[in-house]
């Protein structure tokens, strides 16, 4: 196959895809295993929940993950049963 079929087969085979059938898999909840001070520190510099928020807003996207912060391993075994 020469590289002009190739070219030629790769645009008839093009195909829009439905946003939502490309996300099958969503995802619910975030767990965040930090201090305390460290999801102060992220709350305050990055703000990730709002932005992650505000990224499903603007994609026309009805449930944003919730985060969860925890601050051990034992604590993440408990939020995660």
């Known amino acids: 196959m020469t590289l002009e079929q190739i070219y030629h087969s ?5 195909e829009e895809t439905a946003f ?7 995802i619910h909840k975030v767990l965040l295993i930090c201090s305390s001070y460290d999801a102060f520190m992220l709350e305050e510099d990055g703000r990730i929940d709002e932005q992650i928020f505000n990224e499903y807003v603007s994609l026309n996207l009805r ?19």
């Open 10 to 14: 790769a645009q008839t085979r093009f």
């Open 63 to 81: 449930h944003p993950p919730q985060f969860i912060q925890v601050s051990s391993a034992e604590a993440a075994f408990k939020a995660i049963q």
């Open 20 to 26: 939502d059938q490309l996300m099958q898999k969503r």
